[in-house]
């Protein structure tokens, strides 16, 4: 695991997706407090809805459609604290 743990929300600002990658950012950023060092909105344009963990793609809306929160929190997990518990799941 490096020292560096940096996740990048890359959106469409054409499409008005800010809010969208905002409250992800939040949610990510409350479950993972602890274990990020960084995390980056960055405004792009052509539909682009793409996650990334230290530069690696964990979730792009082209191939999977626009993630649930829960989807995202554990590629995340995966990534930067594997093992650890994200708590109940919602039904």
């Known amino acids: 695991m490096t020292?560096?743990?940096?996740?990048?929300?890359?959106?469409?600002t054409r499409c008005r997706w800010l809010p969208r990658a905002a409250w992800?950012?939040?949610?990510?950023?409350?479950?993972?407090?602890?274990?990020?060092t960084e995390l980056a909105l960055k405004p792009g344009t052509g539909g682009v809805f793409v996650v990334r963990v230290n530069d690696e793609v964990v979730w792009d809306r082209r191939e999977q459609g626009f993630p649930e929160p829960t989807e995202?929190?554990?590629?995340?997990r995966d990534r930067v604290a594997p093992g650890r518990s994200l708590g109940p799941s919602p039904p």
């Open 3 to 12: 020292d560096v743990q940096r996740v990048e929300i890359e959106y469409c």
């Open 24 to 36: 992800l950012a939040q949610e990510l950023l409350t479950t993972f407090e602890a274990d990020l």
């Open 72 to 76: 995202v929190k554990k590629a995340v």
